[in-house]
């Protein structure tokens, strides 16, 4: 069943005198419980797409209707809530508030909601738990290492519940030990949750742990792979 | 509902960069204490001068003089005051000061007659400490206004020295009279004696009226009385008669005004910096927020919150310290025995919590503004 529905997706804006188009008609599908990864040279357009999708920014034209909703059509602060219902963004810098400590960012996105602060905080554990970190909820992002900092935010994004979860290059800044240990989080978030992911990678191992891989060049889709053997 | 939730996250940014914080907070709160001693100075000045509708007291002083030193008028004009119609009773004052010029701590004698002072005024002072037969009994004995006690710690049985004259506390009092407050009243006789040939000369006359109305009327009648006597008058209702006598000390207060809406400036510049700070080092930050799903406007409002945190924790230090200097320190302004109080009133607190409130809105308001329009995905590709 088709979550994500692009047709003629462009995306333009301007640089300097000149116009860059990184997004150029684009047709995609992704289905419900689907694990994408984008792959493509920099500058083909994955992460615009990802934006597109997690509605953080909005087509120049062409049709985008996530789970049915077209967010093109939606204000500002109808857009915001829609993000805070729907979609947990994973960034490759982790991009965790400084000041806050591991469970504090986690509960940032409860603040949203209409929720107790005990609500709140049985989310904030079963989150931290999901992602192994339950006994580090009280450190701050510079007492914790890059793939322990990456685990917080993927449990940041998915502490609201979203369907989708959206990767920016969610292993472009760890080793390789943690790199395996994010992926593998994901694929379970995948398999066991049911959760949308749709991820932009540049590596190549990566795209293992997805169902489906597809590759942009200048702002359209080039060629789509099906999953390879996921490395041990 | 949502920005209560989030009041920790603010608290937190407030601190993050704890130094600069600490300045703008030092700051805000240097700006807010000048602020509010120009504020309280400036009470001071619409207390001491602006007349209520039941005031029916006139102060007679001598013709084109400005100071208790020059102003000599005859103790026998008493009774021709008296048979003015209207007059239900004239005092005679000899005034006294410790120092002619404007001054935070000059001590003030007033020197009346003690039986028609006590029975003109003696329900208006609430005795608060020593006793009035005390005062009756000794010729030496003064009784204090409760700022000049507390500036000068004078407490019952102490002597102290002022313009060469030593008194004897017998009482401090209060009084709603700021005028009051920072005196010595003593016997007139005694007064007139510790100067050279003044027995029998007064500075001024503080005269009763029986209506409000007759004011006016009754001082045009006095100095017509007195017009073309030696020493002339000149008649002014006790509001009226301080304006006169402070008129310098009123006007430079009245700058000073000027003084304190240049320390909200401060604040503003302050905060205003401070916030846009922040912002700046925060915008991958505030667009991560956004991402998560905090509306713009939220995102202003947790950046302004910031601002009047700001401006509300160094308003209150500040405001608060103004008012605890000018309680203890017990300040007035006195020129020529006529005082300004500096007011420590703590409804100047609420004031300058008020005011810092306002000030942080507008403060933090543009770089939130600012912050919660960008194009967050432009914010990433930034950063």
Sequence with gaps: ????????????????????????????????????????????????????????????????????????????????????????????????????????????????????????????????????????????????????????????????????????EPTGDLDKASAHAVMSLLQELNSELGKTIIMVTHDPATTAYSSRTLHLDKGRLAEANESREVPA | ???????????????????????????????????????????????????????????????????????????????????????????????????????????????????????????????????????????????????????????????????????????????????DQNVAFTSLEFVQLAGRDQLGIVTQFEVKVADASLLEDVAASIDETFATAQEPTATFTKQAFVGRIASDLIELVGFARWLGLGCLAAVLALVGNSILLSVQSRVSEHAVLQTLGFSGRLVTALIVAEGILLAIVGGAVGASAALAVAHIGSFALSVEGTSIPIIADPALLLTGLVVCGVIGVVAGLFPAWQASRREIAACFRTA
């Design chain 2, 1 to 179: 509902m949502t920005l209560p939730r989030c009041l920790p996250y603010v608290l937190k940014q407030v601190t993050r960069h704890r130094v600069r914080s600490l300045l703008t907070v030092a700051g805000i709160a240097i700006a807010m204490f000048l602020f509010t001693v120009v504020q309280a100075m400036s009470e001071g000045v619409g207390e001491a001068t602006s007349a209520s509708a039941n005031e029916t007291t006139l102060v007679v002083y001598r013709k084109d003089r400005y100071c208790p030193a020059t102003s000599q008028l005859p103790q026998d004009y008493q009774r021709r005051i008296e048979s003015v119609e209207g007059v239900v009773s004239a005092t005679p004052t000899k005034v006294v000061v410790s120092n002619c010029r404007t001054s935070l701590d000059v001590v003030t004698y007033r020197g009346v007659p003690k039986d028609a002072f006590l029975r003109d005024r003696g329900d208006a002072l609430e005795i608060v400490a020593g006793s009035v037969a005390d005062w009756q009994r000794r010729t030496d004995a003064a009784l204090v206004g409760e700022t000049l006690a507390n500036r000068r710690a004078l407490r019952p049985g102490m002597t102290f020295d002022a313009a060469g004259i030593t008194v004897y506390v017998a009482g401090v009092f209060r009084s709603d009279d700021p005028q």
């Design chain 1, 1 to 168: 069943m088709t979550l994500i529905e692009c047709r003629e997706l462009t995306r333009e804006y301007r640089k300097g005198g000149s116009v860059i188009r990184p997004l150029d008609g684009l047709d995609l599908d992704v289905d419900r419980g689907e694990f994408l990864s984008l792959m493509g040279p920099s500058g083909s357009g994955k992460t615009t797409l990802l934006n597109l999708i997690a509605g953080i920014d909005s087509p120049t034209s062409g049709r985008l209707l996530v789970d049915g909703t077209d967010l093109a059509a939606l204000t500002r602060s109808r857009l915001a809530a829609w993000r805070s219902e729907h979609v947990g963004y994973v960034f490759q810098l982790y991009n965790l508030v400084p000041v806050l400590t591991a469970y504090e960012n986690v509960e940032l996105p409860l603040l949203l909601h209409p929720l107790s602060r005990r609500e709140r905080h049985e989310r904030v554990v079963s989150a931290l738990g999901r992602v192994g970190l339950d006994d580090r909820d009280s450190h701050y992002p510079r007492q914790l290492s890059g793939g322990q900092e990456q685990r917080v935010a993927i449990a940041r994004a998915i502490v609201t519940n979203p369907a989708i979860l959206v990767a920016d």
